[in-house]
């Protein structure tokens, strides 16, 4: 099998079930690192049924991304810690302000305020998650002396809560990961160029700021299909050097494209597991 050289940190498919392979050590089929993106319905039933199996430890759930404005900060901050602590720290954190104006009126909740909302959201999820009693007041969310158990810090694993903010790389944004320095960014567009343009503009408003950063960013390759109108893999592993150079650090494949049958499935599985991954080739 022909082998691709990519310089990422992780390789998943997502949408509406995916896998995901993270660097570090090499993985076999039968035992991958793996990283499920996950919708609001699903996400408590797949956090349960993982099982403490050597597999399940290598399993991830990910929210990409969480419209997150539209749940009350004591809401979420509580699904997540809970979430967190039943995969054993397995749960990645990806939210956003969402785009859609129906969904904030049926919920009776700002839509132009929305990106302040997720602001304030974050930072009082994250006193929640340390303080007992919290305490939080900010123009959107506001309490006194609550207790939200578990708490994030009680995953049993020590392992932190691994963050994306799936949002648009505006001047205005910046401050998310400047509040929260670990987090990634999750770009929607799959377009090098564009990745690129969003990357530099938030590391160059970070450093504006007094923040020298390499963001980490996940975002699709460019897709390729063939003739038939199917996802030609092999074309769309070939894209992935040009997303890395444009910053990709986390590759998610879309299963949308992917013919729903086993054998389909298990070829993207086998193309997905033929890529060598190199850290500094293409970097």
């Known amino acids: ?5 990519v310089a990422s940190s992780a ?3 997502a949408v509406p079930s995916p896998i995901c392979w993270i660097d570090g050590t090499p993985t076999a089929m039968n035992t991958p690192n793996t990283a499920t993106m996950i919708s609001a319905a699903d996400v408590i039933v797949r956090a349960l049924a993982a099982s403490p ?3 399940a ?3 991830f759930d990910v929210t990409n991304v969480l419209i997150a404005p539209l749940r009350p900060a004591p809401l979420l ?3 997540v810690a809970t979430l967190h602590g039943l995969s054993r720290g397995r749960l990645e954190l990806g939210v956003g302000a969402g785009w859609q104006r129906a969904e904030y009126d049926a919920a009776g909740i700002s839509f132009a305020a929305r990106s302040e909302i997720l602001f304030d959201q974050l930072r009082a999820c994250r006193v929640l998650w340390r303080d007992r009693p919290a305490s939080f007041r900010s123009p959107h969310v506001t309490f006194d002396e609550i207790w939200c158990s578990p708490t994030v810090a009680d995953d049993g ?4 809560l ?3 903010f799936g949002v648009a790389p505006t001047n205005g944004n910046v401050r998310l990961f400047e509040e929260f320095p670990a987090a990634g960014w999750s770009c929607i567009d799959p377009d090098p160029a564009v990745i690129a343009r969003g990357r530099q503009r938030l590391e160059s408003a970070l450093l504006a700021a007094g923040t020298e950063r390499r963001l980490k960013v996940r975002a699709a390759p460019p897709l390729a299909f063939t003739a038939e109108g199917h996802l030609d893999v092999p074309a769309t592993i070939a894209n992935l050097p040009a997303s890395v150079r444009a910053g990709v650090t986390e590759f998610d494949f879309p299963l949308l494209f992917v013919e729903r049958v086993p054998s389909a499935f298990d070829a993207l599985l086998e193309s997905l597991a033929g890529i060598e991954r190199s850290l500094d080739r293409y970097t």
């Open 77 to 79: 901050a509580k699904q």
């Open 11 to 13: 390789i998943a498919t």
């Open 57 to 59: 430890r290598r399993v």
């Open 157 to 160: 694993a020590g392992g932190a």
């Open 1 to 5: 099998m022909s082998r691709t050289s």
């Open 162 to 164: 691994k963050l994306w």
């Open 53 to 55: 199996s050597d597999t």
